[in-house]
């Protein structure tokens, strides 16, 4: 295939159009144009070569490698119903492989590829940079591969992230996300259990609930929620961190997350509300109550210190309702439309000693138990009460060699 029929095909791609959006493809096209409009600019042409190799080299050396990363994370039609039936449709499955063909031929091209046939090519090459690598690769084949793998690896952000933000309504990958891990977490296994029981059968297509944590503060209910995202991310799990203020938008986003072969928290953290709160009724219609059915691929965890979610005042009850009663179930509705409840309580004095033992393991904090005990129950008055949070804190300024 010649220069200009590549960068032909190329610019008639379909399925695979999202590809030509990388800045890598781009400058690539770029130096095809130039190639096949060379009339014996080397500058204009050893330019282009130099931009691209400048893209390719902080993402690997082996052009055919790093294009083949862009084609099978692309978002598109053929990847997102690449489990269903029939796939994307017979015109869409037929643009694919002729596509997928033409960026192979792509990711082989070398540098002397590109030069072929022009003139004065040798001399043209002692301009240039050094050739980039390539290596034979077959597209179809991965691209079938990565197909049957979509909902343990994703695609577009999705492949590459597994954590994501609500930002004016479109998601926004967190490229540093807490790298909590279950492990990491002493305490609670009997609690933990049961959100990890309900997210494994979010992964495998079954029913499940969706799940508020409640109890008191820095018992770990957050770092719960974050550390199974962590540990089932492989799996094909990604989490969505939702803001009490962005709670309308929840509904446009299980519509957009409905068809995706990924299985999606959606995690509302330190979740309460003021009586009169337009955002208490939008969380109790997405629950449970709205026309339109949870999507089987998504589930709500809310983290509260609030058993009814619903801040009241003793006055509250001294007002002018009529049907007060009716008032009160409507406050606690919202609480049981989570079909699972767990409850983190602050922990006994043996819960937390035996919190403390596995984190000073952890840490390498050397020191007797009864002393370690002693020094932490003192630090945990200072700080307002025993919690996992306080023994982390408090192992964590040992390890660091701070005088307590």
């Known amino acids: 295939m010649t220069v200009r029929e590549l960068s032909a ?38 330019g282009a070569a130099a931009e691209f190799e400048a ?23 053929c990847m997102r119903r690449g489990l269903t039936p029939g796939g994307a449709g017979e015109v869409a499955e037929a643009c694919l492989a002729a ?63 597994h954590v994501f933000t609500l930002t004016d309504g479109a998601l926004t990958p967190v490229r540093w996300p807490d790298p909590q891990r279950l492990a990491d977490l002493p305490g609670y296994e009997r609690e933990r259990e049961k959100i990890i029981a309900n997210t494994e059968a979010l992964l495998a297509g079954l029913p499940s609930a969706n799940v508020l944590l409640y109890g008191d503060a820095g018992t770990g209910k957050s770092s719960t929620v974050k550390a199974i995202a962590n540990e089932y991310a ?44 337009d955002n208490f009724a939008a969380l109790k219609a997405i629950l449970e109550g709205s026309v339109g059915g949870r999507s089987h691929n998504v589930a ?31 406050l606690m509705s919202l609480s049981a439309r989570f079909g699972l409840t767990v409850t983190f309580q602050r922990p006994d004095k043996a819960l937390y000693e035996s919190i403390l033992l596995e984190l000073a393991v952890r840490y ?15 630090f945990a008055l200072r700080a307002g009460g025993r919690s996992p949070r306080v023994a982390k804190q408090f192992i964590e300024l040992l390890a660091a060699g701070v005088r307590l």
């Open 9 to 46: 095909r190329l610019g008639s791609l379909v399925v695979l159009r999202g590809v030509l959006r990388d800045e890598l493809v781009v400058r690539f096209r770029a130096l095809l144009r130039e190639a096949g409009a060379y009339t014996g600019d080397a500058a204009a042409l050893a």
């Open 55 to 77: 893209a390719l080299l902080p993402r690997g050396e082996v052009w055919s490698d790093v294009l083949l990363d862009i084609v099978l994370n692309d978002d598109n039609l």
């Open 99 to 161: 596509e997928l063909a033409a960026l192979q031929a792509a990711g082989s091209m070398t540098l002397e590829d590109v030069l072929a046939g022009l003139t004065g090519s040798d001399a043209l090459a002692n301009l240039l940079p050094p050739p980039w690598k390539v290596r034979a690769v077959d597209y179809a084949a991965a691209y079938r591969a990565r197909r049957a793998d979509v909902g343990q690896k994703g695609f577009g952000m999705f492949a590459t992230h």
């Open 234 to 277: 492989p799996r094909g799990l990604r989490l969505v961190e939702v803001k009490k203020h962005q709670l309308y938008q929840m509904p446009a986003l299980m519509d957009e997350l409905a068809d995706n072969p990924l299985k999606f928290i959606l995690f509302i953290d330190d979740l309460s509300f003021a009586a009169n709160d």
């Open 300 to 330: 709500v965890y809310a983290t509260s210190n609030r058993r009814h979610l619903v801040k009241e005042r003793l006055s509250d009850r001294t007002g002018d309702d009529i049907h007060e009663g009716d008032t009160r179930q409507e």
């Open 364 to 378: 390498g904090v050397q020191m007797p138990s009864d002393q370690l005990f002693m020094r932490a129950e003192a």
